[in-house]
Structures are given as structure tokens and as C-alpha cells.
């Protein structure tokens, strides 16, 4: 089946660090997500990418859709402490977002 | 609150009961979604809604599971004789379908289930 790896696993950093986590496939999107789940929360969308290439922004936040349409980054500059939680790069479904499919997470904690 | 809300949010039961949580989606919204989450892992698709409509089932979606959603607003799901390995949190979200596109989904708090 289709999986999205997602590395790192986890990140351990101090406050004011960035941070840049990433996502591949092994087939091609045509669209990326990227969640943000707090513990004991369910997942708020963060960034959504439509076109192989984009580059978009959300405040500290910057994700891009890779040209190969099977990759993708979420960076975050400038971490604060409400950072921490666990971000997921999500494939939509071809016709939108139905059916969303969640790679394996990169748990962000930030050291004090 | 205008979001999404889920009851009840935890659930601990013995094995082999059945249980049932219950979905309220934002009240516009008409797609409605269940996802499973387990620990240490990102949400898995089980089954949606469009209106009262069942659309889709995954094949996660044992024949132990039953999902309704009988008004096209909020969606009850159901387990029945339930097992260890059902333990989980079980994640409803819901979005708009309008001119074609589907829009963000948005996802309540969930419910987590321990079976013991």
C-alpha cells in the first residue's frame, strides 16, 4: 500500500531553534497537508500544498511541494513552546480531501 | 463552540461489550469522516459520510464496526463484542463539499477507547 515516511521520527530542541522535518512517497501526490496534533487533540491543518513546486507560508511556518511531486518539507523558525506536538504530512485524495492518508509523524519536543 | 465535538472522550470498557461514540460535526459541514488513531501512529481512514450517506468503508472497518449517520448531521459508531485491539482513539472530522471541492477537514477531540 502507499506510505508516508516521515523523518525525523522525533526532535529535540531548544527554544528559538528552527526546525525542518520532511515527508517522501513512494507514489505521486496532488496534494500535500501537513496536521499538527496536540496531545489529547485531534489534528488541525497547518499548510496545504495543490501544485508540485509551491512554496507557501503560515506565519513561522513554510512548506513546500516538492517538483517530483512525491516529497515534501515543513520547516518552523524561531520554535516556541507551543511548538511541541506530533506533525503529520497528509496525502488528500485525488479529487480533494476525502479519504485523508497520514504518514508516520515527527514528535517535536522542546527542551527547556 | 461551533467545532467539531465528540462524546463521550474517554471510554474504558471490558471486552466484549459493545460500545458506541457519537459525532457532532460543524453544523454546515456535510461530509463526515471516522478515522482510528492507535498509539505512536498518524490517523487511519474508516469510513465517510456524504450527508446520510455511507460513501466509503475501509477495510479496517471490520464487521464487528457500524457507523450511521441517519440525519446527515451528527454520526454514531458502534463496536460491537469489543476486543483489545480496539483500543484506540477514534477521531471524527468533518468538511464542506460545495461547487465540487471538498474543503478542510476539521477534526473534533476524540474519543479514546480502552478495552480491557
Known amino acids: 500500500g502507499q506510505q508516508l515516511n516521515q523523518s525525523p521520527q522525533s526532535m529535540f530542541i531548544q527554544e528559538g531553534e528552527d526546525v525542518s522535518m520532511n515527508c517522501t512517497s513512494s507514489?505521486?501526490?496532488?496534494?500535500w497537508l501537513w496536521y499538527k496534533q496536540d496531545p489529547g487533540e485531534g489534528p488541525v491543518l497547518l499548510i496545504a500544498?495543490?501544485?508540485?513546486?509551491e512554496l507557501t507560508s503560515n506565519g513561522r511556518l513554510t512548506a513546500q511541494f516538492g517538483i517530483t511531486r512525491k516529497d515534501s518539507f515543513l520547516n518552523i523558525s524561531a520554535s516556541i513552546p507551543s511548538d511541541v506536538g506530533i506533525y503529520f504530512c497528509?496525502?488528500?485524495?485525488?479529487?480533494?480531501?476525502?479519504?485523508?492518508?497520514f504518514g508516520t509523524g515527527t514528535r517535536l519536543t522542546i527542551i527547556p | 463552540d461551533t467545532g467539531v465535538s465528540q462524546d463521550p472522550r474517554h471510554k474504558i470498557t471490558k471486552r466484549g461489550q459493545n460500545v458506541t461514540f457519537r459525532c457532532d460535526p460543524i453544523s454546515e459541514h456535510n461530509r463526515l469522516y471516522w478515522y482510528r488513531q492507535t498509539l505512536g501512529q498518524g490517523p487511519e481512514f474508516l469510513t465517510y459520510f456524504q450527508n446520510e450517506a455511507q460513501l466509503e468503508k475501509s477495510r479496517l472497518l471490520s464487521d464487528r464496526f457500524s457507523a450511521e449517520r441517519p440525519k446527515g448531521s451528527f454520526s454514531t459508531l458502534e463496536i460491537q463484542r469489543t476486543e483489545q485491539g480496539d483500543s484506540a482513539m477514534y477521531l471524527c472530522?468533518?468538511?464542506?463539499?460545495?461547487?465540487?471541492?471538498?474543503?478542510?477537514?476539521?477534526f473534533g477531540p476524540g474519543t479514546r477507547l480502552t478495552v480491557l
Open positions: 500544498l495543490y501544485k508540485a513546486g
Open positions: 497528509v496525502r488528500g485524495s485525488n479529487f480533494g480531501n476525502e479519504k485523508l492518508t
Open positions: 472530522a468533518s468538511s464542506l463539499l460545495a461547487g465540487g471541492v471538498v474543503d478542510e477537514q476539521f
Open positions: 507514489s505521486i501526490f496532488n496534494t
